[in-house]
């Protein structure tokens, strides 16, 4: 009986055995590299039009996983095959698959949706989360939406894991608790081994940063074959991605040409460039601005790309010469996010000769700004270098979304364009479409007259935005991580705590360094009396090591100070966003027991003031001093025109203007800066601010602000620098007390040669001066309506200074000024001022933003 039971125990062993061994061979068609291509929902797999063999999905669900299989009801025609698009998977409590993966190899995952009616669900009802390998896919996703606001009838979400070292790829999902009736439901799943392509890339917003890719896993935001067609799975080197025709992307009508290679060219692929970086075909064919330089010259070849905000983003650009043979044929400057990111791009110069690829890889974050969810590319020629052909090229484009510090990729659901909706409404007859399968208006079910309504929606979507960003003045600065290795990145609520405390609004996602107050008092000496470098209405100023030896500020809020956390989160706030040659950097902050702390670079040569009078330091010549001018201009300038919303500084003085180690100008404290009017808006109603002896009198009278009212303030800081004396100066007699005042009296009385400062007499050009004080008097009209703007501020310093380096040729001077203020008028169309390639390595560069002022505000 013993011996029976024992044959029949191996037997049965033996026949569960063979069924493990049959079951994980399946969905494997190479077991060695651990591809898997799952058909989910269906009991024998198939084939797809691409000739891919698919499998069931039911071998690699966990066995407590409720789920039911189901077929959709109906079949879009935009579908490119049946498989793996007909059947589902439907969850209607959390679920786990369980894949066996190589421990040391990141992944591919695709996730293929097709929203329609499975069984008795509804394709609106299906909201949920899916979260592989500890990182969180999507949340609280709504397949229908989505597709109903992409306005495709199916769609893939693409992946890159990181290793999973335990070898056992979970990918669970689970339905939304904040939906009655949700279920979660998948179509198809792919998996791929895939090479280690993403290694380090260099920020935009930091000169010589960069960002190890290795430890971050990816979402595939874009893919694009540019100049060229698309790309199926089959078509790719390997890796089974889908490249895309890139003309839909394009912004405006100016979207240059597109030319393929000669026949007799061979791409040749070099050891740093393996072929599974990008196929052939993508750098057999590419886009170019055209043959034409004068109008090279005025436009950018720009893409424009709807993201998710508060992410940062990996923007890879691939290029390949397929024309020109020698370096500085074609030279081109890029621009991410509206940033610079390479200036003088030469393609031939990287590789050495046409037809071998490369890519660049490059960084930067977009903030939740209103119409901040975009990511711009843009080229230019570098005329700087005066290449051979004004002219640019791309041949391939990629974007990766990267996660997150709480390993999360899930965006929002996105927001289907009203137009679309009624659109559908109309195909469908109804006003409440929901229940429709969203492919159907896209697909054609509907007839000619649904499609040409939705193609009309569309099309306006795509108008509105791009409307949009025409009417702007560029976009915002997005932000990256701090330069500082050593410290937190403060992404959430900015909390005052201690005696008093208060709650400020969010940071908005921008990365900023957060310190704790035991690392600033380390780097303060405990913030020794010893170590002050500056005092103002904020409080005092510190200086600080950290990192073993970089050089800070600290601004330490006065507890007394009437300036509290409005200010302080306006600092954080507008210098977290913004990136210029000209202004300030911001470090970082801390917030601990009620402190309120901001860390900048360090500034070495302190405040403009400084230089100018009440000092022991050598005088400024009149050159250094219009420089300084120059700079702070283009600062202002950049603030009222460079980003997406007008900034009005507010607080326009001498002690706000600093300098760095090599003069450079940047302008600080933005503790009072407001955003400009709108479009559709003259002014912004708001409290008086600012300093005496610089306020707008307009301002002061109306109570409405404008960035005129910088104007003024910038006039007073021109006398300041051409007189040598201070705005307010009590102990002079009462008509010279207001600087500004006396100033325009002189002027008017023809004698402003007298009250300039002693020092520069008999070293300075007349008629550089007469243009400086001209521009002076003109910013200090009494209507705002009569001052100049900033950028006719800038041409005029501009003007001056080659009057002062060409006393004898006012015409060469006049064309000089010309080519210095179109140069900058074009940075600022890409929101920066080439701070990539001009600024210094940030840990030497020196800036601080509060200094010695005694008299507060």
């Known amino acids: 009986m013993r011996s029976n039971s024992h044959v029949l125990f191996s037997v049965i062993l033996l026949s569960f055995t063979i069924n493990i061994i049959h079951v994980r061979s399946m969905g494997k068609s190479e077991s060695d590299s651990g591809s898997f291509l799952i058909s989910c929902g269906s009991s024998d797999g198939g084939t797809d039009a691409d000739g891919r063999k698919w499998v069931p999905d039911s071998p690699y669900l966990n066995s407590s996983a409720i789920s039911i299989n189901s077929t959709a009801q109906t079949q879009d025609p935009s579908l490119p095959s049946q498989i793996p698009y007909m059947s589902a998977r439907i969850f209607t409590s959390p679920s786990t698959y369980q894949f066996p993966v190589s421990p040391k190899k990141r992944l591919w995952l695709r996730l293929y949706f097709y929203p329609s009616t499975y069984s008795n669900f509804s394709s609106s009802d299906a909201y949920f989360a899916v979260v592989a390998n500890g990182f969180t896919l999507l949340n609280n996703f709504s397949a229908f939406i989505s597709a109903k606001a992409l306005t495709q009838a199916y769609f893939i979400k693409e992946y890159s894991l990181t290793p999973v070292h335990s070898g056992k790829l979970e990918i669970t999902f689970t339905p939304s608790s904040q939906h009655s009736g949700s279920y979660a439901f998948i179509n198809g799943i792919e998996i791929i081994h895939m090479p280690h392509i993403f290694k380090e890339a260099s920020w935009v917003s930091y000169l010589g940063q960069t960002l190890d890719l290795g430890t971050y896993s990816f979402q595939t935001m874009f893919r694009l074959n540019v100049g060229g067609q698309y790309i199926g799975p089959t078509g790719d080197s390997g890796l089974g991605r889908i490249w895309y025709d890139d003309s839909p992307y394009l912004y405006g009508a100016a979207d240059g040409v597109t030319y393929e290679k000669d026949k007799d060219m061979k791409i040749q692929y070099s050891s740093n460039i393996p072929e599974y970086i990008a196929p052939v075909d993508v750098y057999s064919s590419a886009r170019s601005m055209g043959p034409n330089p004068s109008v090279n010259e005025n436009y950018n070849l720009t893409w424009i790309f709807q993201v998710d905000a508060n992410f940062t983003y990996l923007v890879r650009l691939h290029f390949c010469e397929l024309q020109f043979t020698k370096i500085n044929q074609r030279v081109f400057d890029i621009f991410v996010s509206n940033q610079t990111a390479e200036i003088g791009a030469d393609v031939i110069g990287w590789v050495g000769s046409k037809g071998v690829p490369i890519y660049k890889d490059y960084v930067t974050y977009v903030t939740d700004d209103p119409g901040d969810e975009e990511l711009w590319v843009a080229l230019h020629p570098t005329v700087s270098e005066k290449p051979q052909y004004y002219d640019a090229v791309l041949n391939g484009l990629e974007i990766f979304k990267i996660n997150d510090n709480m390993r999360n990729l899930a965006g929002l659901n996105p927001t289907p364009s009203e137009m679309l909706l009624e659109a559908e409404a ?83 996602g921008h990365f900023c360094c957060h310190f704790s107050l035991s690392e600033i008092r380390n780097a303060t000496k405990n913030f020794n009396e010893s170590e002050v470098i500056g005092v103002g209405g904020f409080g005092k100023v510190y200086k600080g090591i950290i990192n073993g030896g970089t050089k800070v500020a600290v601004k330490r809020s006065n507890p007394s ?232 501020v800038l041409w005029n310093l501009e003007f001056a200074l080659q009057l002062e380096e060409n006393p004898y040729d006012g015409k060469c001077a006049e064309e000089k000024a010309n080519d210095a203020y179109a140069m900058h008028s074009f940075s600022l169309t890409t929101e920066e001022e080439r701070t990539s390639s001009e600024l210094e390595d940030s840990s030497n560069s020196a800036i601080f933003s509060q200094p010695a002022d005694p008299n507060g505000r």
């Open 426 to 508: 109309q195909v469908f007859g109804d006003s409440s479409p929901s229940n429709h399968n969203p492919g159907k208006v896209i697909g054609g079910v509907a007839g000619a007259a649904g499609l040409a309504v939705a193609a009309a929606a569309v099309c306006f979507i795509a108008y509105e935005r791009k409307k949009r960003k025409a009417h702007g003045t560029g976009s915002s600065v997005g932000s990256g991580l701090p330069i500082y290795g050593k410290c937190q990145i403060s992404t959430g609520k900015l909390t005052i705590s201690g005696k008093g405390s208060s709650q400020i609004s969010t940071l908005r």
């Open 561 to 792: 100070s009437q300036q509290g956390v409005r200010e302080f989160q306006a600092e954080i706030d507008m210098l977290s966003k913004l990136r210029h040659r000209h202004l300030v950097s911001l470090v970082g902050f801390c917030e601990e027991n009620g402190e309120m702390i901001l860390v900048y670079d360090y500034m070495a040569r302190g405040t403009l003031r400084e230089h100018l009078y009440k000092n022991n330091k050598s005088t400024l010549p009149w050159k250094q001093r219009l420089e300084i001018c120059i700079g702070a201009a283009k600062g202002l300038h950049y603030l009222h025109t460079g980003v997406k919303y007008t900034i009005i500084h507010r607080d326009v003085k001498s002690t706000n203007i600093l300098l760095d180690e090599n003069w450079v100008a940047k302008v600080s404290d933005f503790g009072l800066s407001r955003t400009g009017p709108s479009l559709h808006q003259t002014h912004v109603s708001t409290l008086v601010k600012g300093s005496f002896g610089y306020l707008d009198p307009e301002y002061f009278r109306r109570q409405q602000l404008t960035e005129k009212s910088d104007v003024y303030s910038f006039g007073v800081v021109l006398f300041e620098v051409l007189c040598a004396r201070p705005a307010l100066d009590p102990s002079l007699p009462k008509e010279q007390v207001c600087l500004s005042d006396w100033a325009l009296l002189c002027q008017k009385n023809g004698n402003l040669v007298d009250i300039i400062d002693p020092q520069l007499k008999g070293k300075i050009n007349l008629e550089s001066m007469n243009k400086f004080a001209d521009t002076a008097c003109k910013c200090l009209a009494d209507q705002g309506l009569e001052r100049p703007s900033m950028g006719d």
